[in-house]
């Protein structure tokens, strides 16, 4: 080491002194120990692959784990009382919530707390999930305190084992779509060829395929009821024997067709994007957006206040 560096790390110890706090004092990288740089080095979203989950479980952790995969496979039958439709949550989260380009859950726990703008605030992974039983299920938030919660959690954390904190796993979310428009008209032929075979003529689903409207399907608060969303995971997933089949705009005159069919309202929808921007495929009114295309809505029978996710209290303005 350089004289010269000495002297840097005796000046840090002067702004330390001086009230600065570590995050300010800009510290040079040959002061970091080698064991607390950036644990990402050497990691690789190409070669990382999720850790397979053991179905025969040794010990409490692992037991966990197998019991949160069960619960997010099966969530209407475990979790009747939270569930508003026919979906679980790997009716999205495809292969267990491996599938890349369907909101894969692998590599998630690296992520939060994470500020999601929709909520205009940072949220924890428990409050993540909940949105996806409140709005994607259209059902009731779990208490994060509770056993279930915290077995899911167990397994969202087990499936993003070794990616370092912050990182992205490949195929993360859902691709973003060229800027189209879907015409339902068309959408609905497409669905009779393509879909009703599956999800049945009425939208509700058959056996283990689930609702894409109806009483049965998820709400107008789920990213699912948006054109450019829905269209992005038919684009890419749909149908389920056939991925890859339909074009861009085929994509998106059957998503338009799906988000035009009446489906549960979303308590607490038009307080989304307190911040903006709304993007522009939200298919309800919010503060400064008017509704693209909104559907007919049917009154959640769950108890609504069950179905809104609280924010994290704002420190700046006061709620
Ligand atoms: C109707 C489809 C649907 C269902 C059902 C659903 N989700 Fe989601 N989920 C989504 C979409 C779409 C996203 C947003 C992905 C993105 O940000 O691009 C998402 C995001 C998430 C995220 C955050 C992912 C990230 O990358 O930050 C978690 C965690 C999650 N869901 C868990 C669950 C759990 C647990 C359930 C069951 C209780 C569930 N989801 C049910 C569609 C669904
Ligand atoms: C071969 C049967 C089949 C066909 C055909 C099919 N799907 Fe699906 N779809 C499924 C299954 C099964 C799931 C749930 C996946 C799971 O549980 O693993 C699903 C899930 C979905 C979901 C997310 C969950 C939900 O219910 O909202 C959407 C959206 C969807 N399909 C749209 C479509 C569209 C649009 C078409 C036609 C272009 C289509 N599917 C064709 C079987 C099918």
Known sequence: MHSGQWIAVGLLGALALAGCSVQEANRPDSVVPASQKTASRGWSADSWQAPMVDSTPDDQYEASVYRGLALLTHTQDS???????????????????????????????????????????????????????????????????????????????????????????????????????????????????NCARCHANNGGGMGPVPALWGAKSFSIGASMARQERAASFIRHNMPFDRPGSLSNQQAYDVAAYITSMTRPDSPGKENDWPEGPVPNDVPYNTKGHKAFRPPRLLPRTTNAAAAIVNVPASVLRPQ
């Open 79 to 193: 979790l009747r009382a939270y569930v508003g439709g026919n979906l679980n949550c790997t009716s999205c989260h495809l292969e267990e919530g491996r599938r890349a380009n369907a909101a894969p859950l692998v590599g998630v726990f690296a992520r939060y707390p994470r500020y999601m703008d929709r909520s205009g605030a940072v949220v924890p992974v428990e409050d993540r999930v909940n949105y996806c039983f409140t709005r994607s299920l259209a059902g009731s938030k779990l208490p994060p305190d509770s056993r279930e919660m915290q077995d899911i959690v167990a397994y969202l954390a087990f499936i993003s084992q070794g990616v370092p904190n912050g990182e992205h796993v490949r195929g993360e979310g859902m691709p973003k779509m060229p800027a189209l428009v879907g015409d339902s008209a068309r959408g609905q032929a497409l669905f009779v060829d």
